[in-house]
């Protein structure tokens, strides 16, 4: 049973075109991130969202929007896609601790080709 | 702000011959510090987490890795290389009073030489 799943896990389109990945995770974690891997492979993190409330929001451009229906659940929505967005998307969640903070738990990835 | 230096972006071994990935963090507060290994088209696992005092934490695989608050170092280590070590390595760095920002390090890809 798989702790973090993003959907589709390919992606191809054309310029311009608008499309969504979704992410679900079944941890019971109250925080979920979409992190940007580009093709020399750093991470960089674009959202986050604590029971479905946004709590990061990084220099990402607005034709990026994510949605949180319920802390299970953080899809990412693009519109008007550019050939600058092809990456791999992950999907992450964690539950921040008392004290300390818990680790990230990732998606498989969702690699997205913008022809 | 926090940030996290790889020194190496890439790092090749011989099988059996020691592995030493180093990293560096900047953090204004106690950080969480994090190890996590990501082979090819795969997603990223994670290897091992310092989160409190013990500063020697023992991961997946073999690998370690020692805090250093004095050297702001956490640099990840193991005895032995193995074929199945070849991946791209991120170094991680977190606290909580920056509403639980993960930011990684560039990587350190680690080649395997038979």
């Known amino acids: 049973d798989t702790a973090v799943s993003q959907t589709p896990k390919y992606l191809v389109t054309q310029m311009g075109n608008d499309k969504s990945i979704k992410c679900e995770q079944n941890?019971?974690?109250?925080?979920m991130y979409w992190y940007k891997q580009d093709s020399k492979k750093f991470l960089k993190i674009m959202f986050s969202?604590?029971?479905?409330?946004?709590?990061i929001n990084e220099t990402v451009p607005n034709r990026f929007s994510p949605k949180s229906p319920d802390k299970a659940h953080l899809n990412l929505h693009i519109n008007s896609l550019e050939l600058g967005d092809s990456a791999v998307y992950f999907c992450?969640?964690?539950?921040?601790?008392?004290?300390?903070?818990?680790?990230?738990?990732f998606g498989e990835g969702s690699r997205l080709t913008v022809l | 702000a926090q940030s996290v230096t790889q020194l190496d972006s890439h790092v090749s071994v011989s099988e059996g011959t020691p592995v030493l990935l180093r990293c560096n963090y900047s953090s204004s507060y106690s950080p969480s510090l994090f190890w996590y290994v990501q082979h090819p088209n795969k997603g990223l696992q994670l290897l091992l987490k310092?989160?409190?005092?013990?500063?020697l934490v023992k991961g997946i695989n073999g690998f370690e890795a020692e805090f250093k608050k004095s050297e702001t170092s956490f640099h990840l280590t193991k005895p032995s290389a193995h074929m199945s070590d070849a991946a791209e390595y991120f170094c991680v760095v977190s606290d909580q009073n920056y509403g639980q920002n993960f930011v990684f390090g560039p990587g350190t890809r680690l080649s395997v030489l038979p």
């Open positions: 992450a969640s964690s539950q921040p601790g008392t004290a300390r903070t818990g680790e990230l738990f």
């Open positions: 969202y604590n029971n479905k409330e946004l709590i």
């Open positions: 310092y989160t409190s005092a013990a500063t």
């Open positions: 941890l019971g974690h109250d925080t």
